[in-house]
């Protein structure tokens, strides 16, 4: 039986749990990490226990079982959507890695990661390069101030409409088909210039047989065009995020106001 005093420590520690492990486990990891999904939790948890002393609040005790659960379903959703827009932007590299694999006719098989998550080896390729460059600029660090900026705009407990919510989502959607276009774009574009390149070339000498060495024209040509572009999808993965980040900091704030 829980007793009355422990009750405004309890709840507001399960409301700051509930948010911020829906985030996090949403949020896509490296398969590398085994346990992944305990850690998280265990993340979570610890965050939980350093933030429920500024959140409690006293007429947490007289709320009934009802209102209880529009919180803790508030909560959920809201977590839910900031882990949501985040696995977005990440999906907007796996789609750029699928198209540069589709135009240049080098699609290998498809894996899936411990995440249960299929991708294709360029569409790896592409998510280890935007993560890696993300944790080296500090991006962990904006993650982070951005969800607990979602406490100060949104206190635990507070109940949300859930139109800012899908508006977030829609958004972030729009953001991931830009990071996949700003990021292949050059990519296909030398891609298809050197098939129209071997196309003509092979049309006008046809005793060449270029064709027969065309795969291996399109692998060599790849892997120069990916080496130069190492830069480049880093800074627009690295811009991509920082708007997804500060997009959601406004719909909450936004949302709170209201």
Request: aromatic letters at 6%; a neutral charge.
């Amino acid at each position: 039986m829980i007793t009355a005093p422990v009750l405004p420590l309890l709840i507001p520690f399960l409301l700051i749990f509930t948010r911020i492990s829906s985030t996090l486990l949403l949020l896509p990891s490296f398969s590398l990490v085994t346990g992944s999904l305990r850690i998280k939790l265990l993340l979570s948890a610890m965050a939980a226990f350093l933030l429920t002393p500024i959140y409690i609040r006293g007429d947490l005790v007289s709320v009934t079982s009802g209102q209880l659960l529009f919180m803790f379903e508030s909560e959920l959703l809201l977590g839910f959507a900031c882990g949501l827009s985040g696995r977005l932007v990440i999906s907007g590299l796996h789609m750029g890695g699928q198209l540069i694999g589709q135009v240049s006719g080098i699609t290998l098989s498809e894996f899936t990661l411990a995440d249960e998550t299929t991708t294709t080896i360029h569409g790896r390729l592409l998510v280890l390069i935007g993560i890696s460059s993300f944790l080296v600029m500090g991006g962990h660090r904006q993650v982070v101030q951005a969800l607990l900026d979602s406490f100060q705009f949104v206190s635990p407990g507070a109940i949300l409409p859930a139109t800012p919510l899908a508006d977030l989502l829609r958004d972030t959607g729009g953001l991931a088909f830009q990071l996949s276009v700003r990021i292949t774009a050059p990519i296909l574009l030398a891609m298809l210039t050197a098939l129209i390149a071997v196309a003509m070339l092979n049309r006008t000498l046809p005793q060449l047989n270029i064709m027969a060495i065309g795969h291996n024209l399109n692998a060599l040509l790849l892997f120069v065009v990916l080496l130069f572009s190492v830069g480049g999808i880093a800074w627009v993965f690295q811009d991509q995020m920082v708007v997804a980040l500060e997009h959601m900091q406004q719909v909450l704030r936004n949302a709170a106001t209201t």
